[in-house]
């Protein structure tokens, strides 16, 4: 079970700090990722981090802005949002799929677990 928490209402320029509980899983066997879905758009991903950390994935749209993180010991995934935009407003999901190693998944259909959903809405 994942749930996501951490959204709200922030100015463009401003800063977020989401983070996903996970329980119920061997955390560190699970890659993690972050997807949002804008209202008429598709969910597109965000950020990915491995199991362990190792590797992660930014979408072109956040780099250099957003961090992605994970703290195994706390079975907590973490996204740290800079420099928000208002376009970067939309429905925030975390996810999981069992995988080992070093490889971040990055796409829809590779994760298995959904959190509910946060709303980030950045005003301009």
């Known amino acids: 079970q994942l749930q996501a928490f951490g959204g709200g209402l922030v100015q463009a320029g401003g800063s977020l700090r989401l983070s996903c509980a996970a329980s119920g899983l061997t955390f560190s066997r699970y890659a993690m990722g972050w997807f949002r879905q804008a209202p008429g758009k598709e969910r597109e991903i965000v950020a990915a981090v491995s199991g362990r950390g190792g590797s992660t994935y930014y979408a072109d749209s956040v780099k250099g802005r957003f961090t992605i993180s994970r703290d195994n010991a706390k079975n907590t995934a973490n996204l740290q949002m800079n420099s928000l935009k208002p376009e970067d407003t939309a429905v925030y999901y975390c996810?999981?799929?069992?995988?080992?190693?070093?490889?971040?998944?990055?796409?829809?259909?590779?994760?298995?677990?959904w959190g509910q959903g946060t709303q980030v809405t950045v005003s301009s």
């Open positions: 996810a999981a799929t069992f995988s080992l190693g070093i490889v971040v998944r990055t796409t829809i259909q590779d994760y298995t677990f």
